[in-house]
């Protein structure tokens, strides 16, 4: 996303992204793409003229990449730091860097890097005035550019060599490299411009899908949406007629609950009158059964009076 941003020109968004990708790289353990990114925001600042910013995330980037004794991404870096010198017109420390990170392209046989380095050499003793110097990092800037077909680099050199020349005094070489100057560069420029009626080809083949896939999509979200209302509405539907069911199940039991509370107090009145009944008939019980005692008392005794009063009657007939 940030290389993204930065190829269209949006330097905050891209710096924004970047920044994020190195806290995630960092948790990672991933530290050549922690060096790579800081390299990477390092060239936006030296582009915006922001040479302190751009330097100070160089050398961060240098330091992690001689860490990991990663050369190629050494000599690179060593490159960005000497561009940053070049455009401040520093151009002591410009050529060091240059110097430094040819070495080790050539070390490692890093032909498009050894060209590029031959350029910026070449450009920086151009500057310095030191045309003879200039015309030998030129010549062999070419000669490795043709080699390998680095189109950017023979460009470049044929540049370098023509204002050498023609500074120099030496108008037909001065004319001869920079016409072909202008047929690199348009070379270049029509393969860009070729690269970007393909891309344009490209993004118009996928928008057109994109938009087919959007409407099959559009169609599928509304298909979707319509059987969610659906749902919905079951679902709704459901849930009112159980919360009915429900209020009927609580009225049913709270309605069972005071029957059964009726019931037990109906049950409760009722032993409590048998027990009264049952008390009852014990005392009629008893009374009755007093009544009975005193009354076969009262029929002994009656006998027992007669039966003195008659032997009474026969001891005075007796006497």
Known sequence: ??????????????????????????????????????????????????????????????????????????????????????????????????????????????????????????????????????EDYGIRALTHAKEIGELESIKDANQNLSEVYEITGRHKQALEHYKAYITTRDSLINEENTKKTVQMSMQYDFDKKEAATKAEQDKKDAIAAEESRKQKIIIASVSVGLLLVLVLAVVILRSLRLNQKKNKIIQLQKEAVERQKHIVEEKQKEILDSIHYASRIQRALITSEKSIANSLKRLMKNS
């Open 1 to 134: 996303m940030g290389e993204v941003y930065y190829r269209q020109g949006n330097s905050p968004e891209a710096i924004k992204n970047y920044l994020s990708a190195i806290k995630i790289k960092e948790k990672l353990g991933d530290r050549g793409g922690v060096a790579y990114t800081y390299g990477n925001i390092g060239i936006i600042y030296s582009k915006e003229g922001k040479y302190a910013e751009a330097l100070k995330c160089q050398l961060m980037c240098l330091k992690i990449m001689q860490e990991e004794k990663y050369k190629h991404g050494i000599a690179n870096t060593y490159s960005n730091i000497g561009d940053i010198y070049l455009y401040q017109n520093n151009y002591a420390p410009a050529l060091e860097n240059h110097l430094i990170a040819l070495k080790i392209y050539e070390e490692t046989a890093d032909k498009e890097g050894i060209a590029a380095s031959f350029v910026n050499i070449g450009a920086i003793y151009y500057k310095l005035k030191k045309y003879k110097e200039a």
